[in-house]
Each structure stands twice: as structure tokens, then as C-alpha cells.
T-cell receptor, first 111, second 112 residues
Framework: EPEVTQTPSHQVTQMGQEVILRCVPI?????FYWYRQILGQKVEFLVSFYNNEISEKSEIFDDQFSVERPDGSNFTLKIRSTKLEDSAMYFC?????????FGEGSRLTVL | KQEVTQIPAALSVPEGENLVLNCSFT??????LQWFRQDPGKGLTSLLL?????REQTSGRLNASLDKSSGRSTLYIAASQPGDSATYLCAVSGPGTYKYIFGTGTRLKVLA
């Protein structure tokens, strides 16, 4: 069964460093998303992507964040200069006929 | 702004019990509602999707209902098992957006 895959599963970085989280959505899906979940808190929407551009973003998704679909399969989230409060689980998801499918997540720890 | 609330926040039941998890949302003009399961430290697994024209969906021991006019959904789990222990999340999309907004979840523990 097709699935959303994410790499890395866990990344530890120093504050101020750039981080790129990678996702391969399910191939025939058209909408892609990034969500994050800070430990013990709710799943929060960051950004949605459709037709090679951002369709919607939340207040969290400020200038430190960017997304790209550099080729036909990968979908990346870049955090330019990480802060301690960026420590969270980041989930990629793709949407098909209204149903959202999630990857296993990338745990980001900022020291 | 859409807000999603789940009650109870945590629930502990003996094995074999039937149980109901509740989800409410503030704007009834949603597109879809989806229930997910999340195991500790893991991703979200889709359980059931209820599209806007539907009132309920069933999968095995799970049944989810949707009452858009009252802004509520329930997830019914029949004959609960220890393997059902997880956090259950509901999420809604719309109006005017395909992003899903999540509730805070119900942490379920089924005791053997």
C-alpha cells in the first residue's frame, strides 16, 4: 500500500542551524501539507502546497520556514535558523479525495 | 476561526467495554471530518473519513457519526481491547479550506 515517507526520523541540531526535512508524498496525490506537534500538544497546521505553490499557511509559518517540491517526488520543509521552540515532531501529509495520509514524522531536537 | 474540542481528554476502561469518544467543532460548515489514531511517538493513522454528505462511517469495531448542524462527531469503539490503547484525534476541513484542524485528542487506555 502506498505511504508517505519522511526522512530523517530524528535530527538533532544546534540553535541557529538550518534544517531540511524531507518527505515523499503518495505519488498520485495533489495536496501536500506540513504539520507539527510539540511534545504533549496538539497537531498544528503549518502549510499546504498545491500545484507547485503554497496554497495556505499558518501564523507559525514565518519567514524562517520555506517549502519546496524540487522534483516530481520530494517535498521539503526548510527551517533557516532553528530556535529552541522549533523542537517538535514534524509531519508531512498528502490528501486524496478528502482523506489525509500522514508520514511517521521527523523528530527535530534543537539544542 | 474553526476550533475543535475533544472530550474526555483521557479515558481508562476495562477490556471489553464499549466506549464513545466525542469531538465538537465551532463552525458547522465543514467539508470533511476524519478520525485518527496516534500511538506514542508515532505518526497518525487514518481510521475513518466522513465526507460532508455522509452521516456515518464504519470500519470493523469502529463507527463514527457526524452531525454537522450541531457541530459534533462521535467515535464508537465496540468491545475494546488493550491494543486499542492510543490517542484518538479528530480533525475537520473547511469551510473554504482543505487544511485539517485538529482537536487535542482523547488518550485511551484499555486495561486487560
Amino acid at each position: 500500500e502506498p505511504e508517505v515517507t519522511q526522512t530523517p526520523s530524528h535530527q538533532v541540531t544546534q540553535m541557529g542551524q538550518e534544517v531540511i526535512l524531507r518527505c515523499v508524498p503518495i505519488s498520485n496525490h495533489l495536496y501536500f501539507y506540513w504539520y507539527r506537534q510539540i511534545l504533549g500538544q496538539k497537531v498544528e497546521f503549518l502549510v499546504s502546497f498545491y500545484n507547485n505553490e503554497i496554497s495556505e499557511k499558518s501564523e507559525i509559518f514565518d519567514d524562517q520556514f520555506s517549502v519546496e517540491r524540487p522534483d516530481g517526488s520530494n517535498f521539503t520543509l526548510k527551517i533557516r535558523s532553528t530556535k529552541l521552540e522549533d523542537s517538535a515532531m514534524y509531519f508531512c501529509a498528502s490528501l486524496n479525495t478528502g482523506e489525509l495520509f500522514f508520514g511517521e514524522g521527523s523528530r527535530l531536537t534543537v539544542l | 476561526k474553526q476550533e475543535v474540542t475533544q472530550i474526555p481528554a483521557a479515558l481508562s476502561v476495562p477490556e471489553g467495554e464499549n466506549l464513545v469518544l466525542n469531538c465538537s467543532f465551532t463552525d458547522s460548515a465543514i467539508y470533511n471530518l476524519q478520525w485518527f489514531r496516534q500511538d506514542p511517538g508515532k505518526g497518525l493513522t487514518s481510521l475513518l473519513l466522513i465526507q460532508s454528505s455522509q452521516r456515518e462511517q464504519t470500519s470493523g469495531r469502529l463507527n463514527a457519526s457526524l452531525d454537522k448542524s450541531s457541530g459534533r462527531s462521535t467515535l464508537y469503539i465496540a468491545a475494546s481491547q488493550p491494543g486499542d490503547s492510543a490517542t484518538y484525534l479528530c480533525a475537520v476541513s473547511g469551510p473554504g479550506t482543505y487544511k485539517y484542524i485538529f482537536g487535542t485528542g482523547t488518550r485511551l487506555k484499555v486495561l486487560a
